[in-house]
């Protein structure tokens, strides 16, 4: 019989099976302090115990790969002796409960995962799910979330560069923030959260610990529901200030050799990251909390090892060398303590004013959580879910096109990029919102180019196939920058994994992201898993998320989206097909999400990819833009705002029930619009005809319309200004008083 | 010549204000600690942009009492030229180097953005080398930037010629759609009675490459180079 109770237990996330594995380690009752360590050390947040099975089937390795999944974040090699360090995490659950705070301090998590690495963060991205604008709710959410992305951001002064938001009505109790951030290190510089060293000190630097934010990493393990509003303590309150202070002195920490290993108290506090630091060196860490700084009174060993009181750092120094380190400490007025050291015995030891209050292998709760093969099976409503509905009737092309156009999903985001600050450290080629995130690296020719992709609507209609889009589309997007995609982090969000459904969804998705990265050489570097993002027994849609990184060799090369503004050739690079099933236009024109989501053929994106990294990189174009969601049209459109004037084209009639409609709308895969430099385009076809990739010259740009014809015939005509208006209000209109 | 840029633990555009002096314009620059009270034989001071102490009270309101600013102050009533760009023109008003105050901006949102500015006078230390009624394209990236002050003051500050650029819209004019802040007059940047002192919003720091979008913001440091080389001699700093 257990010393604890069935309510302790639930309120702790442990099952009574994993209660007794808790009793077999220790060989004894766990004390209550102990329970809090296992629980927080086993939730699904801190543990992937149901994703775990799946994930190690993502390919990790590749010649550039520096450091893979399991350190704070993925390094791979840029050339130039550098590394670019990169990671996504997810911030879904605080975000909803407290949508300032909660992205904040998303955005502050992510910044020390790099940092920790020994790497300056030059690069924020970000990745965004809400409910439908109409609901006032929604709005609030959305606002608060890019206050607090920007709060945060702005203060601590690195550049937020681009990102994605969509919408549907499953994010509405449930929205998703998810944020990326780059850094940059010497190659030979990495650090490592490795524990050594017997008798080395262990520091705990920066904020001090409150009761906020305990039991956060088992909030985010739990579905939501009535009561969830109540869980507001749970969400910490960032201050970037102090985590600036922190990013300026482990860089300078790191500088020297007197630091052995770094980790930020993150998700699980103190009880992480001493867990964490001292598994993977296979040694033991002891700590007394009494020692710990903290900011309340009659705190418990309990409270203080779950903590999730944001800014702190755990940071074990060389012995001897105790003197160098605090002088940085006190260079930035950081509040410094030594709370223990390294030991030999490969325990976390957790004591009180010396008396011990939990003594747990650290191996155990950082690696022992129980590993789940949860059962999946693909729901019955599946089936239907795939069929195509008869078409009902389409408005006429030029409505749809400017129906599109102001839709929230494709309208402009300048509201909202606005808010944050894009081009600090003056690093950003391309404006936020114009493509992919593009920061040069100075010191060299070379710059990075970053984007994060997902569609919850195609990975609803087959997860395989919407999961493998997403990692095309985002390695797509890079490649039109004119950077060649080198690796790939993840953010893979989803419903309850103990519903088959959802576990089926979870599988499907992990098995596409594994399959497209292996066909694009894309070694999987780190990521994060957010599930239960469900309120009230609705799941959101399946959204994996990608973010791929990747290299331009020179930075004086880099492309834009946007037409340069002379009369140009315009090449459509790819064929378009009948393909509607979750897109942009059969939700927003029909509001429905059926049928089966575009094919993908990886070789001919593959293909596609190169021909774009080596035109851009040859100088045989002079724009390029990814064709993706509400098809051609919105691509072209987007093309030409932003001062990039007017176009006329032709493009053929696709095989299809409505040939204008697909022509114009389809969201067929690997796509692009490019524009062929000046007396380049016949190299440009050549080269596309030898690496098999479809291309057309459809027209050129030049004048103030949009003119689209299909096969001769006009079926859009509508002035630069008239589209523009309607993209920039698209988003705005809902926060500047102009909707009811 | 030589830049000094000072530091303060939330600054967060030093490095930018570094590396246009530095590797865009080839002028020599140093940092400076705000902890420090020497200013490095600098001839020229740059107060940059961010979040001095987190700026949790009024932006610049701590600043003002770090060390290095009694240094600054006394480099500034030296007549040495002395610019503050964003948190740098907020602790400028809050040391009282510059009069005024910064509200939060008129609809309550950080705003980063380019903007049009008017150089309005050209006899001082950071606009020596523009014409006048030159337009620049420069980026803004504030949540606070809304200047004020009040009528007597403006109207002194117009009468001295101390505003030192307006924002502005595309035919040059200062209106209010073109004003993003809601800053008093259109005010984007004022000087002191020495015309040496210059506070601005907007970030020329980030408006020196063509490959950053505008290369408009290297004129007000090439103005004082001008404006030292003029002098005869390079200002002392202590």
């Known amino acids: 019989m257990s010393t604890f109770d069935a309510a302790t237990l639930e309120r702790h996330g442990l099952k009574d099976d994993e209660y007794a594995r808790i009793v077999e380690i220790l060989g004894r009752e766990p004390t209550l302090t102990e329970l809090g360590l296992f629980s927080v050390m086993w939730s699904e947040h801190c543990s992937y115990k149901s994703s775990r099975v799946h994930l190690k089937t993502l390919p990790t390795t590749g010649p550039r790969v520096l450091e893979g999944p399991g350190e704070n974040a993925g390094a791979v090699d840029i050339g130039d002796g550098m590394a670019a360090v990169f990671k996504i995490e997810s911030h879904n659950h605080p975000s909803f409960i407290e949508p300032y705070q909660g992205a904040a301090t998303g955005v502050g998590g992510i910044i020390r995962d790099i940092f920790t690495m020994g790497a300056r963060p030059v690069a924020l991205m970000n990745s965004l799910r809400f409910g439908p604008l109409d609901e006032p709710n929604n709005r609030r959410i ?142 033991g860490i002891e700590i007394d909390v009494s020692l710990v700084p903290v900011r309340e009174t009659g705190m418990t060993p309990y409270e203080i090892m779950l ?144 984007s994060v992709d997902g569609n919850g609507r195609y990975c609803l209609l087959d997860p395989y196939v919407g999961a493998q889009l997403a990692v095309a589309e985002a390695a797509r997007n890079v490649a039109c920058a004119g950077g060649q995609p080198i690796g790939v982090t993840n953010c893979l969000n989803f419903g309850n994994p103990e519903r088959p459904e959802i576990m089926w969804q979870f599988a499907e998705a992990v098995r596409g992201i594994g399959d497209a990265c292996r066909a694009l050489d894309l070694p999987v570097t780190g990521g994060n898993v957010s599930l239960y993002n469900e309120t009230d027994g609705k799941a959101v849609l399946p959204t994996p998320v990608i973010g791929v990184l990747g290299v331009i060799d020179d930075a004086s090369r880099v492309q834009s989206r946007v037409f340069p503004g002379e009369e140009l050739d315009i090449v459509l690079l790819g064929s378009t097909k009948d393909e509607f099933g979750g897109s942009e236009y059969q939700k927003t024109l029909h509001g429905i999400i059926r049928g089966v989501p575009p094919a993908l053929d990886l070789d001919r994106e593959r293909a596609l990819q190169s021909l774009l990294v080596e035109a851009a990189s040859k100088g045989w174009t002079r724009s390029a833009h990814d064709c993706a969601d509400g098809g051609f049209a919105v691509t072209l459109a987007e093309c030409c705002f932003g001062s990039g004037g007017g176009a006329t084209v032709d493009l053929a009639a696709p095989e299809a029930g409505d040939p204008v409609a697909a022509a114009l709308f389809s969201e067929t895969a690997s796509r692009a619009v490019v524009t ?48 523009e208006a309607a993209w920039s209000q698209g988003l705005k209109r809902y926060f500047e008083g102009k909707v009811a | ?53 987190g700026d949790y009270l009024r932006t610049g309101a701590i600043a003002r009492y770090s060390p290095i600013m009694a240094t600054v102050r006394s480099f500034a009533d030296g007549g040495g030229p002395v610019l503050g760009v964003c948190n740098g023109f907020q602790i400028l008003l809050e040391a009282g180097l510059l009069p005024g105050a910064m509200l939060r901006n008129r609809g309550l949102k950080f705003i980063c953005e380019d903007v049009r500015i008017r150089v309005e006078e050209t006899d001082t230390a950071f606009t020596a080398a523009c014409a006048k009624g030159q337009t620049l394209r420069i980026p803004i990236n504030h949540g606070e930037g809304n200047y004020f002050a009040s009528d007597d003051v403006l109207d002194a500050l117009e009468r001295e010629r101390r505003v030192i650029f307006r924002y502005v819209d595309a035919a040059g004019q ?65």
């Open chain 1, 142 to 283: 959305l606002s608060g979330v890019v206050a607090g992305i920007g709060g945060y951001g702005n203060s601590i002064g690195i550049a937020t560069v681009g990102g994605e938001v969509m919408f549907d009505e499953t994010y509405s109790g449930n929205p998703l923030v998810n944020v990326f951030c780059l850094g940059l290190v010497k190659a030979d510089g990495i650090v490592r959260a490795k524990a050594s060293g017997v008798g080395n000190p262990v520091y705990y630097l920066g904020a001090k610990t409150g009761r906020d934010g305990i039991h956060g990493a088992t909030m985010a393990s739990a579905e939501f529901d009535e009561a969830s509003a109540e869980k507001r303590p749970a969400v910490q309150v960032g201050d970037p200030f102090m985590e600036k202070l922190l990013l300026e002195a482990c860089l300078e920490l790191m500088k020297s050799d007197a630091v052995v290993a770094v980790q930020d108290m993150g998700a699980a506090g103190l009880t992480c990251s001493t867990a964490e630091c001292g598994a993977r060196g296979g040694v």
């Open chain 1, 307 to 450: 903590s999730e009181s944001q800014e702190r750092m755990l940071l074990v120094v060389k012995k001897g060398r105790e003197a160098e380190v605090e002088r940085i400490f006190e260079k930035w007025d950081l509040h410094a303590a030594k709370i223990g050291e390294v030991t030999g015995d490969g325990l976390l030891r957790v004591k009180n004013q010396g008396e011990v209050v939990a003594e747990v292998p650290a191996s155990a709760l950082a690696d022992d959580a129980p590993v789940y093969h949860r059962p999946f099976a693909e729901p019955a409503s599946q089936a239907e879910l795939r069929t195509m509905p008869a078409p009902g009737a389409a408005p006429a092309p030029r409505d749809a096109f400017l129906q599109l156009l102001s839709s929230p999903g494709i309208a402009s985001k300048q509201w909202i990029y606005r808010q944050y600050d894009s081009m600090v450290r003056t690093n950003t080629l391309v404006p936020a919102g114009a493509g992919a995130g593009v920061v040069r690296v100075k010191g060299t020719s070379r710059a990075l180019a970053t």
């Open chain 1, 676 to 723: 062929a430099a000046t007396g380049q385009i016949d190299t440009l076809l050549e080269r596309a005809k030898a690496l098999n990739v479809p291309a057309a010259v459809i027209g050129r740009t030049g004048g103030a319309r949009i003119v689209i014809r299909v096969a001769g015939r006009e079926a859009i005509d509508c002035s630069v200004a008239e589209a």
């Open chain 2, 1 to 53: 010549m030589k830049f000094a840029v000072v530091v303060f633990p939330g600054s967060n555009c030093d490095h930018d204000a570094y590396h246009a002096v530095k590797h865009v314009l080839g002028h020599d620059a140093s940092f400076v600690w705000h902890k420090d009270t020497s200013l490095g034989g600098a001839d020229a001071v740059i107060l940059p942009g961010g979040f001095a102490h």
């Open chain 2, 174 to 238: 200062p209106t209010p759609e073109a004003n993003p802040n809601g800053a008093s007059r259109n005010i984007a940047g004022i000087c002191n009675e020495g015309r040496n002192v210059v506070g601005m919003m907007p970030h020329p720091e980030r408006a020196c490459e063509g490959v950053l979008g505008s290369a408009d913001g290297l004129v007000l440091f090439e103005s004082v180079v001008k404006t030292l080389a003029d002098r005869g001699g390079m200002a002392v700093s202590r």
